[in-house]
């Protein structure tokens, strides 16, 4: 049985068991598993390396705290500085972030060839990391907001700034369940139909910041797609899928 996992702490609900239950159901994978394995010491990597894991995906707190104890990383990963699937190869353990695909991807779709050349990133966290690298790929040059004063801070933003900032993504857990009354901070009253907004929350389907902007004429998309694809490229990783 091919072993596959997903570590973190508490993981008292993740993404990735359900969806690669139901990937396995439906493509009749009947030689692979998929196990949650909630660490609560970065240590215990060591034990599940040698029960002969393939690879693993890792979440919170863990996505940095993996580094030291892997042999090579993508470049992705080292940009970001921070690893969301393992594979291992011969006892080698290779960091990967197949996040920064997911979200690339999902930008993509909801940009849909429209030329913007300019975005504002909320949140300056380990998303907003990914969220930097992603646009960089994209070539789209950006600002990252938030209430530290280093940075545009919120109270800062306003309709010339909006109007030369058509893309928004949304990297912070504002709006999240069960906190759905919560949105960023920032003027949606100049959100119009050139803009993109793009909130990594999905759950609920539509956050505060997504249904503001998209009452202003504004297209919008949560993250989930973004799950989707970060999963899907991790599974090529582990089996070496092209």
């Known amino acids: 049985m091919r072993k596959y996992g997903l570590i973190g702490y508490p993981l008292t609900y993740s993404f990735s068991p359900s969806y690669f239950a139901v990937k396995f159901e439906e493509k009749g994978i009947i030689d692979a598993e ?13 034990g599940l390396i040698d029960s002969g894991i393939l690879g693993f995906n890792v979440t919170i707190p863990y996505k940095e705290q993996i580094i030291p104890y892997l042999d090579e990383l993508s470049d992705a990963a080292r940009t970001v500085g921070a690893v969301n699937t393992v ?9 990967y972030n197949t996040d920064v695909y997911g979200l690339e991807n999902s930008l993509y779709r909801l940009l849909d060839r429209a030329y913007v050349d300019k975005a504002l990133i909320l949140g300056t966290g380990g998303a907003s990391k990914a969220c930097q ?3 960089d790929q994209m070539g789209i040059e950006y600002k ?3 209430r530290n004063s280093k940075y545009l801070t919120y ?5 010339e700034i909006l109007a030369d900032h058509k893309l928004i993504v ?3 857990p504002l709006g999240t369940s069960p906190n759905v009354d919560k949105c960023p901070d920032i003027p949606y009253k ?5 803009h993109f907004a793009f909130d990594l929350v999905y759950n609920p ?5 997504l249904t503001r902007a998209e009452k202003r004429g504004a297209a919008i998309m949560n993250g989930l797609s973004m799950l989707y694809d970060q999963a899907d490229e991790s599974w090529k990783i582990w089996n070496r899928i092209s």
């Open 155 to 159: 109270d800062q933003l306003d309709t």
């Open 190 to 194: 100049s959100f119009g139909a050139s």
């Open 170 to 172: 949304n990297t912070t």
């Open 205 to 209: 389907e539509k956050s505060l910041f």
């Open 133 to 135: 690298y992603v646009l």
């Open 87 to 95: 594979q291992v190869v011969d006892g080698k353990l290779i960091g």
């Open 34 to 46: 998929y196990i949650s394995y909630p660490l609560e010491r970065i240590e215990g990597i060591k």
């Open 144 to 146: 990252l907001v938030s």
